[in-house]
């Protein structure tokens, strides 16, 4: 099994890049084979729908979504929703993400869009058959101090149990 870890920020001092560098770190000590993508140091087309698909990048980015198993994706949220980065890179790798086993890893400026990844979810589960993890982590600028560090231990245990979740259920699929 081969996992992907996607950040999907643009923003150089990410929360969501931090967390997802945890996942990261915490799949490698385990021995688990993870590549960790960070779409900020990839020049991606915005999704045209037409040209945009012979791009090398995205045929780079569709082979390593292909090569995956499962893939964990590191979502900034704004105004309520992942950021268009995030829904950029679903439209640009398409089908590639068929029946994989997928998480996320939020993070947000308050606790009153916890739920704002469900559009993005449910797009995942009914357009490519993707078995979403029931559980995601869900963090605040609190949670993580200006070193990048988890500093709230309930996050900590969230993205254990995120992990232990994406390592059980992708071999069942």
Known sequence: MKYLIVSCSLNSSSNSRALAHNAY???T???TEVEFLDISKIDLPICDGNKCYSNANVKLIKEKVMQASGILFA??????????????LVELVGRTLSEK??????????FGSYMSVMPFANSLM?????VIIPRFVYAVEDDINENQEIVNDKINLRMKELIDCLLKFTPLL
């Open 25 to 27: 770190k915490i799949l």
């Open 75 to 88: 979502v900034p949220i704004y105004t309520y929703d992942v950021n268009a980065a995030a829904k950029n």
């Open 126 to 130: 009914l357009d490519f058959r993707c």
């Open 29 to 31: 000590e385990q021995g």
């Open 101 to 110: 086993v997928v998480g996320f890893i939020c993070a947000a400026g308050g």
